[in-house]
């Protein structure tokens, strides 16, 4: 499994942005999938946003327009831009990794960043 950690969460008024990273503790060259998910109080898990490793992506419903995920295997990071943030956006966001290894799947996930959208 690869170690992930998430920075760039914070505190940004409705309409702002804010820019997310996940950083991976080894090449992510390899790893098939790697996804954005986040979780708000009282709510389930959301899948917001996939990135596969030939580069295709996917987005909920919910985000789409607004939520661009990104991948810079140079730098062993996944990214989500988020722009045009709307109070409902707020949760704490997790990166998620996907490995098929050996013909066994391995899933990792980072600690979280809080998402805050609130004037």
């Known amino acids: 499994q690869v170690q992930l950690v998430e920075s760039g969460g914070g505190l940004v008024q409705p309409g702002g942005s804010l820019r997310l990273s996940c950083a991976a503790s080894?090449?992510?060259?390899?790893?098939?999938?790697m996804r954005w998910y986040r979780q708000a109080p009282g709510k389930q898990r959301e899948l917001v946003a996939t990135?596969?490793?030939?580069?295709?992506?996917n987005y909920a419903s919910s985000i789409k327009g607004r939520f661009t995920i990104s991948r810079d295997n140079a730098k062993n990071t996944v990214y989500l831009q988020m722009n045009s943030l709307k109070p409902e956006d707020t949760a704490v966001y997790y990166c998620?990794?996907?490995?098929?290894?050996?013909?066994?799947?391995?899933?990792?996930w980072g600690q979280g960043t809080q998402v805050t959208v609130s004037s």
């Open positions: 998620n990794a996907k490995e098929v290894r050996l013909n066994r799947e391995y899933n990792s």
């Open positions: 990135i596969t490793s030939g580069g295709g992506t």
């Open positions: 080894r090449s992510i060259s390899s790893i098939n999938v």
